[in-house]
T-cell receptor, first 115, second 116 residues
Framework: GDSVTQMEGPVTLSEEAFLTINCTYT??????LFWYVQYPGEGLQLLLK?????DKGSNKGFEATYRKETTSFHLEKGSVQVSDSAVYFC??????????????FGKGTHLIIQP | ETGVTQTPRHLVMGMTNKKSLKCEQH?????MYWYKQSAKKPLELMFV???????ENNSVPSRFSPECPNSSHLFLHLHTLQPEDSALYLC???????????????FGPGTRLTVL
């Protein structure tokens, strides 16, 4: 079945540091890929997405590129802020032809940014 | 800001109680989902409703009973729960995708459930 693997952390960085959170996936079809973020006490918010190979999703300074050859979708940001402290989830949707379906999530990476 | 609301935000119940979680989406979507988020585990899909019909039930114990009376509302009825059912229960919605679109889901803030 489908699966998503991501580094669990916690990942602790200083403000303005470069961020990479690795995510790799296994899917039988041709999935869409997502990064969600969860701030303390809140639900998940979609951060960015990519639907086909070589697509780059970007939002709020975060970027991730859909790499089919390495089955990866690593999250990056050039200069993190304290407000980026949250849990980040990599997810995929492998519907292959329409219809509602659940997302497959990684375990989440807890990111802590220190001033 | 999210177009998906959940009530209550926090719930404490005994193992013999019966309670219900409510989810409402204001996005005009036609698919709704229940997920369970436990510590140190990936989010687990519990139920999927599309056009008000249940299309997936991921081997969830019968002590969890979903209900979707219309496309905007989703309930999770709880009875005879166990302490290990304590978790954050998240509701999500999406517009049922077609062959050319992707399954972007919008999440509510969750209900933090504690079973004593």
């Amino acid at each position: 079945g489908d699966s998503v693997t991501q580094m669990e952390g916690p990942v602790t960085l200083s403000e303005e540091a470069f961020l990479t959170i690795n995510c790799t996936y296994t899917a039988t079809g041709y999935p869409s890929l997502f990064w969600y973020v969860q701030y303390p006490g809140e639900g998940l918010q979609l951060l960015l997405k990519a639907t086909k190979a070589d697509d780059k999703g970007s939002n709020k300074g975060f970027e991730a590129t859909y790499r089919k050859e390495t089955t990866s979708f690593h999250l990056e940001k050039g200069s993190v802020q304290v407000s980026d402290s949250a849990v980040y989830f990599c997810a995929l949707s492998d519907r292959g032809g329409g219809g509602a379906d659940g997302l497959t999530f990684g375990k989440g990476t807890h990111l802590i940014i220190q001033p | 800001e999210t177009g998906v609301t959940q009530t209550p935000r926090h719930l404490v119940m005994g193992m013999t109680n019966k309670k219900s979680l409510k989810c409402e989406q204001h996005l005009g979507h036609n698919a709704m989902y229940w997920y369970k988020q436990s510590a140190k585990k990936p989010l687990e899909l519990m139920f999927v409703y599309s056009l008000e019909e249940r299309v997936e039930n991921n081997s969830v114990p019968s002590r969890f009973s979903p209900e979707c009376p219309n496309s905007s509302h989703l309930f999770l009825h709880l009875h005879t729960l166990q302490p290990e059912d304590s978790a954050l229960y998240l509701c999500a919605s999406s517009q049922e995708p077609d062959r050319l679109s992707y399954n972007e889901q919008f999440f509510g803030p969750g209900t933090r459930l504690t079973v004593l």
